[in-house]
């Protein structure tokens, strides 16, 4: 099994035409990825020719549904197109929106966030890497050739640091690794990644990366010490950040001693969670737990 995408996956593309949403569309399907449709109402009614597989474009997301019967949506818009093409997808109830589109305004993700959450479209997004079921399923940016099927889960901000993990356990793999997005409003987070993890019966130990700025990590540390059953390793970027400065992603910003690092992890290891103080020595974390449980190939 996997979280939120699997091999049964219908997906289509909003934005497929472009040269991003042409690119990685061609990466979804080399990863096996079942892409049936893009969506452009300006060229609705073509074909698009990709290494041999021809995918059809169609006027809106209520189109592409009716006909190929899709339930993923990975929206490649540039930014200020952004909340109406989420909103499309919510308004034809897709059950899920992954949207990769970074520098989308504030109040802008406010609002398709609300109007998809209404109409129960989860959003994995904005300014994400999307997810990867490996061996089933690749919705977004993700790179399909670092990593193999595995009962790991990951969740993370960062989506340098998804690929990262994937790279350093790639022996082990993952069941499903899913990037949030850095960006201070966003659809899916940690909480409800971690909620998934722990229902699905073929992840055995789940990873959660964190960043700086904002309480989400906090939060999930009480989520996990009151809910989650299955070991979880974490790791948090941004230790050497100044305070007071934006770093990287929009979200990732520490005022006074709210939205450390230090008090991330702190809340984290309360929790009973192990984290890393590096990506490497988060990777050896892993193995070190997964070596203690019978039947794990660590």
């Known amino acids: ?43 609705a009614g073509t074909r698009v020719d990709i290494d ?25 818009v540039p930014p200020p197109h952004a909340k109406a093409a989420v909103t499309e997808a ?22 398709f966030q609300a109007y ?23 919705a977004g940016i993700i790179p399909a050739d670092i990593t193999k099927p595995g009962r790991i889960g990951l969740v993370s901000k960062s989506g340098t640091l998804t690929y990262q993990l994937m790279y350093e356990l790639r022996g082990i793999g993952f069941s499903t ?21 722990e229902d699905d019966p073929d992840t055995d130990l789940i990873v959660m990366i964190g960043e700086i700025g904002g309480d989400a990590e906090e939060r999930a540390a009480r989520y996990i010490a009151d809910r ?3 070991p979880v390793v974490g ?17 990732a910003i520490v005022s006074g001693s709210s939205g450390t690092a230090a008090a991330k992890k702190a809340a984290l290891e309360a929790a009973g969670v192990s984290v890393g103080a590096t990506p490497t020595e ?14 794990n190939p660590a």
């Open 52 to 76: 041999g597989r021809t995918v059809p474009v169609f006027g809106s997301v209520r189109e592409a549904m009716d006909t190929t019967g899709a339930d993923v949506s990975v929206l490649f």
């Open 228 to 230: 989650v059953t299955k």
């Open 1 to 43: 099994m996997a979280i939120f995408l699997t091999k049964d996956s219908k997906v289509i593309v909003q934005g497929m035409t472009g040269a991003e949403g042409m690119k990685h569309t061609r990466r979804m399907l080399a990863a096996g990825t079942d892409v049936v449709g893009g969506v452009n109402p300006r060229k």
């Open 282 to 295: 988060t990777a050896g974390l892993v193995l070190a737990l997964l070596a203690e449980t019978p039947g």
């Open 235 to 251: 790791y948090i970027a941004g230790f050497t950040a100044p305070e007071g400065r934006t770093m990287g992603h929009a979200g």
């Open 177 to 197: 690794c899913v990037g949030i997005g850095g960006d201070p409003v966003i659809g899916t987070t940690h909480i409800d990644a971690l909620a998934a993890f």
């Open 116 to 138: 998809a959450r209404a109409r129960a479209t989860r959003v994995i997004g904005p300014n994400c890497p999307g997810l990867i079921s490996p061996g089933q399923s690749n």
């Open 90 to 111: 919510a308004d034809a109830r897709i059950p899920l929106a992954v949207v990769i589109t970074e520098g989308i305004p504030v109040h802008d993700a406010v609002a």
